[in-house]
């Protein structure tokens, strides 16, 4: 069977078919939960806001224009919600212990150097942040994401390397910035 499109599911949610909804839901849960959790610090209240995130997609499905930009769109009410969340908290609630042993242990980054990576993540232009979440957060290989973007496979493989070029010369950038602080 082959991979249908957010595109294609998008059309096909809006003609009443659920199951269409949950295979995107499916797609891009892991990106989206990542987003969060880096905004909200708690990895509870971070579940409990990508829950929130897909009834609003749902319901809001209609106001999307262009179906195969469906990742992009859920990643920004994604992060306007946990934005909006986290600004009603007094402070923001750092991760337990354990989840952030489990983050650290799985990417084998220290705790900083993955705050480093996600904040040059979600400073990189939408398209290329989208492709990067498929990637990296859902585990999507290249093939895939081409059929959920709806771009071939050699547009994907260009934006994937722009974006990688881009995100080590922000981190250089944030490295050397680090290192002129402490002298």
């Not at 806001?49 to 769109?73: C, M, T």
């Not at 993540?121 to 939408?126: G, S």
């Not at 895939?144 to 250089?172: D, F, P």
């Amino acid at each position: 069977m082959a991979l249908r499109s957010d595109s294609e599911l998008v059309r096909s949610v809006r003609q009443g078919q659920k199951m269409a909804f949950a295979e995107l839901l499916r797609r891009h849960e892991r990106s989206v939960l990542a987003q969060v959790i880096d905004i909200l610090r708690d990895r509870h209240a971070a579940e409990d806001a990508v829950q929130d995130v897909f009834i609003r997609a749902y319901e809001r499905l209609s106001d999307l224009r262009d179906g195969s930009k469906f990742g992009p769109w859920l990643l920004t009410t994604a992060r306007r919600h946990a934005l909006r969340l986290r600004n009603r908290q007094r402070e923001v609630l750092p991760l337990d212990a354990e989840t952030q042993a489990a983050l650290d242990s799985q990417s084998g980054l220290a705790s900083d150097e993955v705050g480093q990576l996600l904040d040059a993540v979600a400073a990189l232009p939408k398209h290329e942040q989208a492709v990067i979440s498929l990637r990296y957060f859902d585990g999507h290989s290249v093939r895939e994401i081409a059929g959920i973007t709806g771009k071939t496979v050699g547009t994907i493989t260009k934006c994937l390397s722009r974006a990688h070029a881009r995100l080590g010369r922000m981190l250089e950038r944030s490295k050397h910035d680090d290192c002129s602080d402490k002298h």
